[in-house]
């Protein structure tokens, strides 16, 4: 199994920027497909962003696609998503999630942290 834990939310003014963070305690976490989703209160989990194993791709959901960016650094065992230009409509609780084997960008992912809030002033 593999914990993730993420840090870095907080609140922040709309158009303002925000990095999070996720690090894994899994030794094999070069291996996985990394994601981030997002939760508003109220609503269903969204997927926002994901990174292959190597970081040489990426995929966004249209309401974030040039506003964040995902990132890894297999060395640290962590992934990022730098989020700016936020709107309002970004505010929910943001978890870092790990797919150990599966094809999709969306669906699959076996690991989930806790969770960080994003709170976004208009």
């Known amino acids: 199994q593999a914990q993730l834990v993420e840090s870095g939310g907080g609140l922040v003014q709309a158009g303002g920027s925000l990095r999070l963070s996720c690090a894994a305690s899994s030794r094999t976490f070069g291996l996985y497909r990394m994601g981030w989703f997002r939760q508003a209160p109220g609503k269903e989990r969204e997927f926002c962003a994901a990174i292959n194993w190597s970081g040489g791709s990426t995929y966004y959901a249209d309401s974030v696609k040039g506003r964040f960016t995902i990132s890894r650094d297999n060395a640290k065992n962590t992934i990022y998503l730098q989020m700016n230009s936020l709107k309002f409509e970004d505010t929910a609780v943001y978890y870092c999630?790990?797919?150990?084997?599966?094809?999709?960008?969306?669906?699959?992912?076996?690991?989930w942290g806790q969770g960080t809030q994003v709170t976004v002033s208009s």
């Open positions: 999630a790990a797919q150990s084997r599966g094809s999709s960008w969306i669906l699959g992912y076996d690991y």
